[in-house]
């Protein structure tokens, strides 16, 4: 699986953006897909993560409310809606894909397909 990330860019705080996830693959409805997202001098965090059937979703408790994860199978895509930005998003967004354990991880290191980052920054 082949992930690409976009739809960053440049906001105001209290603003949005979409960003999208597309896959190649023709087993991508088989994979969970979480959005990780590094700020600027710190380590990788988990932001939301999405079972294949869209049946099981999780956030970071940081995001929850604003926040929300979706799929398009046919599309072979995944999208993050984030509303209310807040400076504190600012980072390099990145999705990641995981073969579907039965339950949604968050941990970055049990995703074995990465995207490279689309970057979000939320100015004040």
């Known amino acids: 699986v082949q992930l690409q990330a976009s739809g960053g860019g440049l906001v105001q705080a209290g603003g949005y953006l979409r960003l999208s996830c597309e896959a190649s693959?023709?087993?991508?409805?088989?994979?969970?897909v979480g959005w990780f997202r590094q700020p600027p001098g710190q380590e990788r965090e988990f932001v939301a993560s999405?079972?294949?059937?869209?049946?099981?979703?999780y956030y970071a408790d940081s995001v929850k409310g604003r926040f929300t994860i979706s799929r398009d199978n046919a599309k072979f895509t995944v999208y993050l809606q984030m509303n209310s930005l807040k400076p504190e998003d600012t980072a390099v967004y990145y999705c990641?894909?995981?073969?579907?354990?039965?339950?949604?991880?968050?941990?970055?290191?049990?995703?074995?397909?990465w995207g490279h980052g689309t970057l979000v920054t939320v100015s004040s």
């Open positions: 990641a894909a995981d073969r579907w354990p039965g339950y949604i991880d968050s941990r970055p290191s049990k995703y074995d397909y």
């Open positions: 999405i079972s294949p059937s869209s049946i099981n979703k």
């Open positions: 693959g023709r087993t991508f409805s088989s994979y969970a």
